[in-house]
C-alpha cells in the first residue's frame, strides 16, 4: 500500500466512523418521531408519535430523573474531585488515591453498580455486618434503597465511577496550570490551601476540563446499564423507557421511543445550555469571592470532608468487588450472617461455561474494535507530524461529540435504520458501533504522550537516514510503548463496558459479558450476578494490568523508559 | 566550488519577519560558527538543512551539499549528520544497537559488529555495546552520539550548541574529538552556538546574528 497516499486520508476515515453512525442515527430517530416508518407501513409526518409521548403518564417523573440524575451526580463528583485535589495534591493520601486510580477507571459502570447495590441493600453486605448488633434487625427491613423512586441511589452509582474519570482528567489537566506556584504564593498571602487553589488554580482547571465535564453530565442524563441496576422501575428513567419501547415487537412502539429519543437530547442539550449559564454565575460570584480577600476558614473542615467523600467512592467500588466475589464463592448465606456458612467452587461450575462464551464474545469484539481505533489514531498523530497539521480547539470538540450526544439518541435510530435498510444486526455492526466511543477515548489517551515525544528524535534519525516509516517503526513507537498499550486498554475497558450499542445494535444477538450480566438485574439471582460481574472486571481490569506488565519487562535493561 | 557545504541567499521568515540570512560556502574540513544570543532563530537554519522547518517559519534559499541541490530533498535523503546539545541516543536501543542504527546498511552481522566495536575503541568505549545508553555518564554519551553519527558517512555535519550541557573539563575533550573527527574526514561543519569559547575553540569563519 501506498503509505503516501493513504496516510493522509487516515484522519477523514476517523471522523467518518467517529461521527458517521451519530449522523446516520439521528436521522434514523428524526424520521420515525414524526411518524415515517416505511418498514412498518406508517408514512409521515405526522406528530402523533410525540401525542403518545406526551399521554404517558411516568413522563414527567422520568424526564426528572434524567434531569436531577444528570445534575446532581456531575456536580457532587465535580465538587469532591476539586475539593480533594485542591486540599490534598501532593500529599500522601492522595497518592494513595492516584494509585487506585486506574483499577477503579477500569471497573466497568455494571459491575460498579452490581457491587454497590449489594453493598447498601436492605439485605446488603453493610446491613448484614451491622445486624442484628447495631440495628437490631433479623429480617432485612422493608426499605426502598436500591432502585428508589428519586433516583438517589442511581445517582450515587454514577457518582461513585465518576469522581475517579474525573480525578483523572484533572491531574492531566494540573500539569499545565502551574498549580503548586500559585499555591504556594497563594499561601505566603495567607490563604489556606484550599481557598488559594479554588481562587488560583480552579479557573485555569476548569477551562482545560470542560470537554469531559460535558460529557459526564451527558452520559449521566442518558445512561441504560446503571440505570436498570439501581435506577427505579415505575416509571424509569427516560433513557431506559426509551430502550424498552425500541424492544417491543409492536413495530409502532418504536414511533414513540423515537420521539422519547429526540426529547432525551434536546434535554441534554437544555442541561448543556444550563450548565453553560451555571458557569458564568459561578464565574461572577468568584470573581466577587476573590475580590473580597477572604482567606478561608473552613479550609480544614472542608478539605477533610472532600477526602472522606472521595474514600467513600473509592471504598464502595473496591468494597463492591470484594462482595461480588464472596457472593460468586457462596454457598448457603442467611440474613443477617456477615459471611456465607460456606464457600464453593458451584457457582461458577454452573455459570463458568456461559461466561468463557460470553467472555468470548467480548474479547473478539473488543479486541477487533480497540486495534482498529489505536491504528485509526496512530495514523491521524502520525499524519498530523508529518504533514505539519495542527487541530484547533473547536477540532477537539468533534472528539467529544459522539460523547455529547447521548446514546440513546442516536443508537435506537441507528438500529431503526439498519433494519428499514434490511442490513442484518450482529457482530459486525456492533463493532462500528463500539467504534464510535471507542475512538475518542484511545485518541485522547494516546494523544498527549505521541505529541510530546522529543521530534528532534526523528531528526536524528531522519539525518541517520531513516526513512519516515523507518522513523515511525524503529524509534518512534517502541519509545511509545507503554502509553501505546495504555491506550489499548482503555479502547478495550470502554467496549467490554458498552452496553446499549451491544443491546440495540446487535438486536439482542450478541451475547457479551456485560449484556448478560445487566439482563440478570431483573433476576436477582446473586450468585450469578457476583460471577458475570467479576467477569467483566476482570475482561477490563486484565488489559491494564499487562500495560503495565509487558513494557516493564520488554524495557526491564532501558532506564530511560521506564518512567517515560 | 564542487565538494562542501554551500548556502546560496538563505533567508529564513517567521509571520513576513525576517530572522535570518546566510550566504556562505563551507569548504570540506572548514568550519563555519554562526554565533547569536538565543531566540534570534540559529536552530531554523539548522532546522531549514535537515529539512525539518516547523510550517510556521518559510525559507528562501537554496542549500547545496557536494554539488548536489538538496534544498527540496527529504531529510532522509540529505546525507547531513547533525549533533544536538543533548546526545539523543535512542532509550529502547542498546549502545551498540544505537550504533547499528546509524551504520549504513550492508556486510554481514559479524562485520557490522566488529565495525561497531572498532567505533566503540577509538572513543575509549571498547566492550560498551550491550549497556543501557541510560547507564552511560554525560561524556561517554556524547562519545556515542558523535560515533552514531560518523558512521552514518554523513557528507556534512551540523552541530547544534552541541557542548552546552557538557561541564567545562569534558567540554574541551569532546569539543577537540568533534573536530578532529570532522577534519580527518574532510566534513564541511556548520555550528550554531552562542558560546564564544565554543566559535573560539573551532577557530575559523564566524558569522554573528542579531544582538
Redesign the interface.
Given at each position: 500500500m501506498n503509505r503516501r497516499r493513504f496516510l493522509p486520508i487516515l484522519p477523514i476515515l476517523t471522523l467518518l466512523a467517529m461521527l458517521g453512525p451519530v449522523v446516520a442515527g439521528l436521522w434514523g430517530t428524526l424520521l420515525p418521531a414524526f411518524g415515517h416508518l416505511p418498514a412498518a407501513g406508517l408514512t409521515g409526518p405526522s406528530l402523533d408519535p410525540f401525542r403518545d409521548l406526551f399521554d404517558w403518564a411516568g413522563l414527567p417523573r422520568a424526564m426528572f430523573l434524567s434531569i436531577s440524575t444528570g445534575l446532581l451526580a456531575t456536580s457532587i463528583s465535580l465538587a469532591i474531585v476539586m475539593l480533594i485535589t485542591a486540599g490534598w495534591s501532593g500529599t500522601k493520601p492522595f497518592r494513595a488515591l492516584e494509585r487506585l486510580l486506574s483499577p477503579l477507571l477500569s471497573v466497568p459502570h455494571a459491575a460498579a453498580a452490581f457491587g454497590l447495590a449489594f453493598l447498601i441493600a436492605p439485605s446488603g453486605w453493610v446491613s448484614r455486618l451491622l445486624s442484628p448488633v447495631v440495628t437490631g434487625w433479623d429480617r432485612p427491613p422493608d426499605l426502598l434503597i436500591v432502585q428508589d423512586t428519586w433516583g438517589l441511589t442511581m445517582t450515587a452509582g454514577l457518582i461513585v465511577k465518576e469522581v475517579p474519570f474525573l480525578l483523572l482528567i484533572t491531574l492531566a489537566a494540573l500539569g499545565q496550570a502551574d498549580a503548586q506556584r500559585s499555591v504556594a504564593i497563594s499561601q505566603a498571602l495567607g490563604y489556606g490551601r484550599v481557598t488559594g487553589w479554588l481562587k488560583t488554580v480552579f479557573p485555569r482547571v476548569y477551562a482545560q476540563i470542560r470537554p469531559p465535564i460535558y460529557v459526564v453530565l451527558a452520559y449521566s442524563m442518558s445512561v441504560v446499564d446503571v440505570a436498570v441496576i439501581l435506577g427505579p422501575n415505575t416509571p424509569p428513567s427516560l433513557s431506559v423507557q426509551i430502550v424498552k419501547w425500541m424492544s417491543d415487537p409492536d413495530l409502532a412502539m418504536r414511533l414513540e421511543g423515537a420521539a422519547g429519543a429526540l426529547l432525551q437530547l434536546g434535554l441534554v442539550i437544555g442541561a448543556l445550555v444550563f450548565w453553560r449559564f451555571g458557569e458564568f454565575a459561578i464565574g461572577r460570584l468568584g470573581a466577587r469571592w476573590i475580590a473580597s480577600g477572604a482567606r478561608g476558614k473552613l479550609d480544614g473542615v472542608v478539605a477533610v470532608g472532600a477526602l472522606a467523600a472521595g474514600t467513600i467512592c473509592a471504598l464502595s467500588v473496591l468494597l463492591g468487588l470484594v462482595v461480588l466475589t464472596i457472593w460468586s464463592f457462596a454457598g448457603f448465606w442467611g440474613f443477617p450472617d456477615a459471611f456465607p456458612d460456606a464457600f464453593t467452587w458451584r457457582n461458577w461450575m454452573r455459570f463458568g461455561p456461559g461466561t468463557l462464551e460470553a467472555l468470548g464474545e467480548t474479547a473478539l469484539i473488543a479486541i477487533t474494535v480497540a486495534l482498529v481505533a489505536l491504528i485509526l489514531t496512530i495514523g491521524c498523530l502520525e499524519a498530523e507530524y508529518r504533514f505539519?497539521l495542527s487541530f484547533s480547539q473547536r477540532a477537539v470538540w468533534l472528539l467529544y461529540l459522539p460523547l455529547l450526544i447521548p446514546q440513546t439518541a442516536f443508537l435506537p435510530g441507528l438500529q431503526t435504520l439498519m433494519l428499514s435498510l434490511g442490513a442484518d444486526v450482529g457482530r459486525i455492526p456492533v463493532m462500528l458501533a463500539h467504534l464510535v466511543f471507542v475512538l475518542p477515548y484511545v485518541f485522547l489517551s494516546l494523544a498527549d504522550p505521541f505529541r510530546a515525544w522529543?521530534?528532534?528524535?526523528?531528526?536524528?534519525?531522519?539525518?541517520?537516514?531513516?526513512?519516515?516509516n523507518?522513523?515511525l517503526w524503529?524509534?518512534r513507537l517502541?519509545?511509545l510503548?507503554r502509553p501505546i498499550l495504555t491506550a489499548l486498554a482503555v479502547g478495550l475497558a470502554v467496549s467490554v463496558g458498552q452496553y446499549l450499542a451491544t443491546l440495540l445494535i446487535g438486536g439482542g444477538r450478541v451475547a457479551t459479558l456485560t449484556t448478560e450480566a445487566v439482563a440478570l438485574a431483573s433476576g436477582g439471582d446473586r450468585r450469578a450476578i457476583g460471577v458475570y460481574g467479576l467477569m467483566q472486571t476482570g475482561a477490563a481490569l486484565v488489559p491494564f494490568a499487562l500495560a503495565l506488565l509487558i513494557p516493564a519487562v520488554v524495557?526491564r535493561?532501558?532506564?530511560?523508559?521506564r518512567h517515560? | 566550488m564542487d565538494k562542501g557545504l554551500a548556502l546560496r541567499d538563505v533567508t529564513i521568515t517567521k509571520g513576513g519577519v525576517p530572522l535570518l540570512s546566510v550566504n556562505h560556502d563551507i569548504a570540506p574540513g572548514e568550519v563555519l560558527t554562526v554565533m547569536g544570543p538565543s531566540g534570534v532563530g540559529k536552530s531554523t537554519l539548522l532546522?531549514f538543512i535537515?529539512?525539518?522547518l516547523?510550517?510556521d517559519f518559510t525559507a528562501t534559499g537554496e542549500v547545496w551539499l557536494d554539488g548536489d541541490n538538496i534544498t527540496h530533498a527529504?531529510?532522509?535523503?540529505?546525507?547531513?549528520?547533525?549533533l544536538?546539545q543533548?546526545d539523543?541516543l535512542?532509550?529502547?536501543l542498546?549502545v551498540g544497537a544505537n550504533l547499528a542504527?546509524?551504520l549504513?546498511p550492508g556486510g554481514s552481522a559479524t562485520e557490522r559488529k566488529a565495525k561497531i566495536e572498532e567505533a566503540l575503541n577509538e572513543v575509549g568505549l571498547g566492550g560498551f555495546a550491550d549497556r543501557?545508553?541510560?547507564?552511560l555518564s554525560g561524556g561517554q554519551k556524547a562519545r556515542v552520539a558523535l560515533m552514531?553519527?560518523l558512521l552514518?558517512e554523513?557528507c556534512g555535519l551540523l552541530l547544534d550548541e552541541p557542548f552546552s550541557r557538557l561541564d567545562a573539563a569534558l567540554r574541551a575533550q569532546v569539543r577537540d574529538m568533534v573536530f578532529d573527527r570532522a577534519r580527518a574526514r574532510q566534513l564541511p561543519v556548520l555550528m550554531v552556538t552562542h558560546d564564544a569559547d565554543d566559535a573560539q575553540a573551532a577557530g575559523e569563519v564566524i558569522v554573528t546574528l542579531g544582538g
Amino acid at each position: 500500500m501506498n503509505r503516501r497516499r493513504f496516510l493522509p486520508i487516515l484522519p477523514i476515515l476517523t471522523l467518518l466512523a467517529m461521527l458517521g453512525p451519530v449522523v446516520a442515527g439521528l436521522w434514523g430517530t428524526l424520521l420515525p418521531a414524526f411518524g415515517h416508518l416505511p418498514a412498518a407501513g406508517l408514512t409521515g409526518p405526522s406528530l402523533d408519535p410525540f401525542r403518545d409521548l406526551f399521554d404517558w403518564a411516568g413522563l414527567p417523573r422520568a424526564m426528572f430523573l434524567s434531569i436531577s440524575t444528570g445534575l446532581l451526580a456531575t456536580s457532587i463528583s465535580l465538587a469532591i474531585v476539586m475539593l480533594i485535589t485542591a486540599g490534598w495534591s501532593g500529599t500522601k493520601p492522595f497518592r494513595a488515591l492516584e494509585r487506585l486510580l486506574s483499577p477503579l477507571l477500569s471497573v466497568p459502570h455494571a459491575a460498579a453498580a452490581f457491587g454497590l447495590a449489594f453493598l447498601i441493600a436492605p439485605s446488603g453486605w453493610v446491613s448484614r455486618l451491622l445486624s442484628p448488633v447495631v440495628t437490631g434487625w433479623d429480617r432485612p427491613p422493608d426499605l426502598l434503597i436500591v432502585q428508589d423512586t428519586w433516583g438517589l441511589t442511581m445517582t450515587a452509582g454514577l457518582i461513585v465511577k465518576e469522581v475517579p474519570f474525573l480525578l483523572l482528567i484533572t491531574l492531566a489537566a494540573l500539569g499545565q496550570a502551574d498549580a503548586q506556584r500559585s499555591v504556594a504564593i497563594s499561601q505566603a498571602l495567607g490563604y489556606g490551601r484550599v481557598t488559594g487553589w479554588l481562587k488560583t488554580v480552579f479557573p485555569r482547571v476548569y477551562a482545560q476540563i470542560r470537554p469531559p465535564i460535558y460529557v459526564v453530565l451527558a452520559y449521566s442524563m442518558s445512561v441504560v446499564d446503571v440505570a436498570v441496576i439501581l435506577g427505579p422501575n415505575t416509571p424509569p428513567s427516560l433513557s431506559v423507557q426509551i430502550v424498552k419501547w425500541m424492544s417491543d415487537p409492536d413495530l409502532a412502539m418504536r414511533l414513540e421511543g423515537a420521539a422519547g429519543a429526540l426529547l432525551q437530547l434536546g434535554l441534554v442539550i437544555g442541561a448543556l445550555v444550563f450548565w453553560r449559564f451555571g458557569e458564568f454565575a459561578i464565574g461572577r460570584l468568584g470573581a466577587r469571592w476573590i475580590a473580597s480577600g477572604a482567606r478561608g476558614k473552613l479550609d480544614g473542615v472542608v478539605a477533610v470532608g472532600a477526602l472522606a467523600a472521595g474514600t467513600i467512592c473509592a471504598l464502595s467500588v473496591l468494597l463492591g468487588l470484594v462482595v461480588l466475589t464472596i457472593w460468586s464463592f457462596a454457598g448457603f448465606w442467611g440474613f443477617p450472617d456477615a459471611f456465607p456458612d460456606a464457600f464453593t467452587w458451584r457457582n461458577w461450575m454452573r455459570f463458568g461455561p456461559g461466561t468463557l462464551e460470553a467472555l468470548g464474545e467480548t474479547a473478539l469484539i473488543a479486541i477487533t474494535v480497540a486495534l482498529v481505533a489505536l491504528i485509526l489514531t496512530i495514523g491521524c498523530l502520525e499524519a498530523e507530524y508529518r504533514f505539519g497539521l495542527s487541530f484547533s480547539q473547536r477540532a477537539v470538540w468533534l472528539l467529544y461529540l459522539p460523547l455529547l450526544i447521548p446514546q440513546t439518541a442516536f443508537l435506537p435510530g441507528l438500529q431503526t435504520l439498519m433494519l428499514s435498510l434490511g442490513a442484518d444486526v450482529g457482530r459486525i455492526p456492533v463493532m462500528l458501533a463500539h467504534l464510535v466511543f471507542v475512538l475518542p477515548y484511545v485518541f485522547l489517551s494516546l494523544a498527549d504522550p505521541f505529541r510530546a515525544w522529543d521530534s528532534r528524535m526523528g531528526t536524528i534519525a531522519a539525518a541517520l537516514r531513516a526513512s519516515p516509516n523507518g522513523v515511525l517503526w524503529r524509534v518512534r513507537l517502541p519509545m511509545l510503548l507503554r502509553p501505546i498499550l495504555t491506550a489499548l486498554a482503555v479502547g478495550l475497558a470502554v467496549s467490554v463496558g458498552q452496553y446499549l450499542a451491544t443491546l440495540l445494535i446487535g438486536g439482542g444477538r450478541v451475547a457479551t459479558l456485560t449484556t448478560e450480566a445487566v439482563a440478570l438485574a431483573s433476576g436477582g439471582d446473586r450468585r450469578a450476578i457476583g460471577v458475570y460481574g467479576l467477569m467483566q472486571t476482570g475482561a477490563a481490569l486484565v488489559p491494564f494490568a499487562l500495560a503495565l506488565l509487558i513494557p516493564a519487562v520488554v524495557w526491564r535493561n532501558r532506564k530511560g523508559l521506564r518512567h517515560g | 566550488m564542487d565538494k562542501g557545504l554551500a548556502l546560496r541567499d538563505v533567508t529564513i521568515t517567521k509571520g513576513g519577519v525576517p530572522l535570518l540570512s546566510v550566504n556562505h560556502d563551507i569548504a570540506p574540513g572548514e568550519v563555519l560558527t554562526v554565533m547569536g544570543p538565543s531566540g534570534v532563530g540559529k536552530s531554523t537554519l539548522l532546522a531549514f538543512i535537515t529539512g525539518t522547518l516547523a510550517p510556521d517559519f518559510t525559507a528562501t534559499g537554496e542549500v547545496w551539499l557536494d554539488g548536489d541541490n538538496i534544498t527540496h530533498a527529504a531529510p532522509h535523503q540529505r546525507r547531513v549528520g547533525i549533533l544536538f546539545q543533548d546526545d539523543l541516543l535512542f532509550p529502547h536501543l542498546s549502545v551498540g544497537a544505537n550504533l547499528a542504527f546509524g551504520l549504513q546498511p550492508g556486510g554481514s552481522a559479524t562485520e557490522r559488529k566488529a565495525k561497531i566495536e572498532e567505533a566503540l575503541n577509538e572513543v575509549g568505549l571498547g566492550g560498551f555495546a550491550d549497556r543501557d545508553p541510560a547507564t552511560l555518564s554525560g561524556g561517554q554519551k556524547a562519545r556515542v552520539a558523535l560515533m552514531r553519527m560518523l558512521l552514518s558517512e554523513p557528507c556534512g555535519l551540523l552541530l547544534d550548541e552541541p557542548f552546552s550541557r557538557l561541564d567545562a573539563a569534558l567540554r574541551a575533550q569532546v569539543r577537540d574529538m568533534v573536530f578532529d573527527r570532522a577534519r580527518a574526514r574532510q566534513l564541511p561543519v556548520l555550528m550554531v552556538t552562542h558560546d564564544a569559547d565554543d566559535a573560539q575553540a573551532a577557530g575559523e569563519v564566524i558569522v554573528t546574528l542579531g544582538g
